[in-house]
């Protein structure tokens, strides 16, 4: 069974700064694209950023310039660097990976729990 495990959400100021992490484990072959969505108050789930296994990344308008997605392919770790946070960026923050637990299976979609950001003064 695999398992996305996140970390480093909390409240911060606007303008301030977080780091999210997102550690996939369990069985695992590959992994394909991962990324990170997120789902405020309201609202439905939405692509934050997403990156491939050959760095490709791709962004939501509204985080270009201030998010940064990356991942570590040897710890099976995709990260989100956010930057300039605003209180429009509040929300439960999801990681997802594409992945492949053995060479003969099919691709699967793995979510993590979320974790909750909160932009306020």
Same mark, same amino acid.
């Not at 996305?4 to 911060?12: P, T």
């Not at 998010?67 to 990260?79: A, E, G, L, M, Q």
């Not at 979609?109 to 003064?121: A, Y």
């Given at each position: ?19 999210? !992490?997102?550690?996939?484990s369990?069985?695992?072959? +590959?992994? /394909? ?18 990156? $491939?296994?050959?760095? $490709? ?6 985080? %270009?310039?201030r998010?940064?997605? !990356?991942?570590? /392919? &040897? %710890? /099976? &770790?995709?990260?989100l660097?956010? /930057?300039?946070? &605003? ?14 637990? $053995? %060479? ?10 979320? $974790?909750?950001?909160?932009? +306020?003064?």
């Open positions: 069974q695999v398992q996305l495990v996140e970390s480093g959400g909390g409240l911060v100021q606007p303008g301030g700064s977080l780091r999210l !992490s997102c550690a996939a369990g069985s695992i072959f +590959s992994i /394909n694209a991962m990324g990170w969505y997120r789902q405020a108050p309201g609202k439905q789930r939405e692509l934050v950023a997403s990156i $491939t296994q050959g760095g $490709t990344t791709n962004y939501a308008d509204s985080v %270009k310039g998010f940064t997605i !990356s991942r570590d /392919n &040897t %710890k /099976n &770790t995709v990260y660097q956010m /930057n300039s946070l &605003t209180p429009e960026d509040t929300a439960v923050y999801y990681c997802n990976a594409d992945l492949r637990g $053995t %060479k003969w299976s099919r691709n699967l979609e793995v979510w993590g729990q979320g $974790t909750l950001i909160t932009v +306020s003064s």
